[in-house]
């Protein structure tokens, strides 16, 4: 058997996995190499890694998240309002396959946008599709849509995402079709999907910022009937670099 025409056939069928490992294998002595079934055990083993990868990296690019932002470089402190368990149970597969909720709010610069992001990668890796939208470009969009007639497809491609977070939510007033379409997305999300949220508002003010009682309610009831609030404190950590 030709091994570089076994190559080559790896690679026309789109098997880039396994035609590394095998090139990998064909560059040992052959004294080193596999027999044949562990030899295609490791092929296909190699196939299910690269493509893992590959989807992991496709995740994490549409996410457009705003940070790189890991799970253990986030500070973890009594006195910050965020432990290590707290942290591991925010970030558990469960909660998102539950369609749990996350609210985070703290004062500007307590790193609520990194913690966010931190929690939208460690999603991308357990292979959920997240999508990340600053409030100010959410507003934007939501004007956008409905001027040029794609408000519900836009309202579609949020929905396809297991994990939506919305950040810096308060720093703006929403307009009346701002509030329905956060009405829209929690309403499509409700047992679906999770969403996070930072603000520097903390929960109880929501109410009086949305200033719609009957929207008000709506939106919160939805929004918090599943939640993990997580409430940041200490100095900015700007300050502090």
Known sequence: MNKQSTLEQLNSLRLPGMAKRYQAMLNLPSHQQEDAYTLV?????????????????????????????????VICKPERGLTREMLGQLSDDSLVNRSQNILIHGLTGCGKSY??????????????KVLYLAMNKF??????????????????????HAVVILDDF???????????????????????GSIIITSQLPLDKYYEFINEPSLADAILDRLTA????????????????
Request: charged share 30%.
């Open 115 to 128: 913690l966010a992001c931190a929690l939208g990668r460690n999603a991308c890796l357990m292979g959920h």
């Open 139 to 160: 507003l934007e969009a939501i004007g956008q849509a409905k001027l040029d007639g794609t408000y519900l497809k836009w309202i579609k491609n949020i929905a396809a």
């Open 170 to 192: 308060g720093l703006k007033p929403l307009s009346h079709d701002a509030k329905l379409a956060l009405l829209d997305i929690l309403e499509d999300r409700y047992g679906n």
């Open 41 to 73: 055990a490791m092929l296909c083993q190699a196939e299910i890694e690269h493509r893992n990868f590959q989807r992991t990296e496709r995740l994490l690019k549409n996410s457009r998240l705003r940070y790189n932002a890991l799970l253990e470089e």
């Open 226 to 241: 599943s939640a993990h609030k997580v409430e940041l404190t200490g100095e900015s950590l700007r300050k502090k670099k």
